[in-house]
């Protein structure tokens, strides 16, 4: 189920490490303590002392090789760190291995000319500064005071001016609460007892409890996404209506939740179609941190299930009745099933030789965005599941080569550009041909 929790989440998130020393989260107005920073690459030191950029505007820049908008980024934080030479640092700051971090921004560099200073390994400064989402900004002035704690759409050279020149910069500062999700229920069920006069809840137990399903408006704390600990539970958290109904309507067939078989809409009111899909109806997404999450907060719903094991596969028909029910009376909506013609792009083989066929060595599935795609020893499926990402936005992917043998596939190339994809494919005798054929898609419309 990796596939659906990675593909149906609203908002980017990562699980904070634990931490070795015990310092506790910062905030705006303390003072960082001078700790000692190793794993520095691209940098002229291995290892730096906060106190070195006395006297500067030092930004920590968190990010990952997932995140999408922190590499998109990159670019804009170069320019500015020209622009104002020695009076600021913008430091790039992973979690990840050294040893991964330096191979991947060889390959960006490669595509785009940029080979960024980044901390790896960090343990430390993200203790000091815990977030759930990224991009993540920390703002530290020349004496190790925390100015503020922002989002990307802040790190602008208006703001950095306003900064240095001691006037008020005008951004909004970000706040990442921290509740750690558990795998057993996230909503419990209880009864009130009353004992001499004194009322009090008691919880559950699970023997007790036969069929549970809960919704809620948006969880403070939550990040977006879910959890399938087995087959009797599952959640999912802070999300639009649309992603409600795609793991209702599709919950079974996980491929298709992974791959792009996304929820249309055919509701013509722009209001209600934003509040119902997440997306504006000229197709502008709901991008930036800070306003995802204030329409997250106003519009997203939590769903969680605990049914007895000989229904575990009614689950999904289940929370479809049940937000039907819901938005049915709510909205005068309802999401179902229905057959449509709808484009897909068709992964054939274009040679009668085999150039597939794997030697047998060990199993690798890998990727990541410059641009690397390696499938060893597995099947055309574990292809088409490393694709989705890239090709977010694009049809979905059907596979129509009819081979069933492991694979050896390594792809180096711009992955979410269809044309680069086909020229490397090509090497395998595959190619991606967009096609329409009549198939089930997923429809939310006016009862």
């Known amino acids: 189920m990796k596939a659906i929790t990675c593909l149906i989440t609203c908002l980017i998130s990562i699980q904070v490490i634990s931490q070795e020393r015990n310092y506790g989260g910062l905030s705006v107005g303390d003072i960082v303590p001078d700790i000692k920073i190793d794993g520095l690459i691209n940098y002229k030191l291995g290892a730096v002392k906060i106190s070195d950029f006395k006297g500067k505007l030092l930004v920590l820049d968190f990010w990952a090789t997932w995140c999408s908008p922190c590499i998109a980024s990159f670019k804009k934080l170069d320019s500015l760190q020209k622009m104002f030479g ?39 400064l993200s203790k000091l500064f815990p977030h759930t989402s990224l991009p993540h900004y920390v703002w530290i002035d020349g004496n190790r005071k925390i100015i503020a704690i922002t989002e990307g759409t802040a790190v602008t050279e208006k703001n950095i001016n306003a900064t240095l020149s001691g006037k008020d910069p005008v951004y909004a500062l970000k706040k990442d609460e921290m509740r750690k999700l558990m795998k057993t ?67 079974n067939d996980y491929r298709k939740i992974a791959n792009n078989f996304s929820v249309q809409s055919d509701i013509t009111d722009s209001a209600l179609y934003t509040y119902i899909m997440g997306v504006y109806p000229s197709g502008r997404r709901i991008n930036s941190g800070l306003e995802s999450l204030a329409w997250s907060k106003e519009n997203a719903y939590c769903y969680a299930s605990k049914l007895p094991a000989e229904l575990s596969k009614e689950r999904f028909n289940i929370m479809l009745q049940d937000i039907n029910r819901y938005f049915g009376v709510k909205l005068g909506v309802v999401g179902g099933i229905e057959k449509r013609n709808k484009k897909y792009l068709a992964l054939i083989r274009i040679e009668k030789d085999d150039l597939l066929k794997s030697k047998g060595s060990s199993k690798i599935e890998e990727s990541d965005k410059f641009f690397v795609l390696k499938i060893q020893n597995k099947t055309i499926s574990s292809l088409i599941d490393q694709l989705q990402l890239p090709l977010q936005g694009s049809p979905p992917i059907i596979d129509e080569t009819n081979y069933k043998d492991p694979v050896d596939i390594e792809l180096n190339c711009k992955l979410s550009n269809i044309n680069e994809l086909n020229k490397a494919l090509a090497k395998y005798g595959l190619q991606l041909v967009e096609k329409e054929k009549l198939m089930d898609v997923g429809v939310i419309k006016m009862k």
């Not at 991964?100 to 901390?119: D, E, Q």
Request: hydrophobic content about 45%; overall charge neutral; charged content about 20%.
């Open 185 to 251: 229920p996230a909503f419990i069920s209880v009864v009130q007892v009353k004992s001499d006069d004194t009322v009090f809840m008691e919880k559950l137990n699970n023997d007790e409890l036969i069929i549970q399903t809960t919704l809620t408006n948006y969880v403070e704390g939550f990040t977006a996404g879910a959890t399938f600990p087995d087959s009797t539970y599952f959640s999912i958290r802070n999300a639009s209506i649309a992603h409600l109904y795609k793991l209702a309507l599709f919950g």
């Open 86 to 124: 020695g009076k600021i640092l913008i430091l790039p700051v992973s979690y990840e291995r050294k040893d991964f971090v330096t191979a991947f921004l060889k390959r960006m560099n490669k595509v785009i000319g940029l080979l960024p200073a980044t901390i790896t390994e960090d343990v430390q």
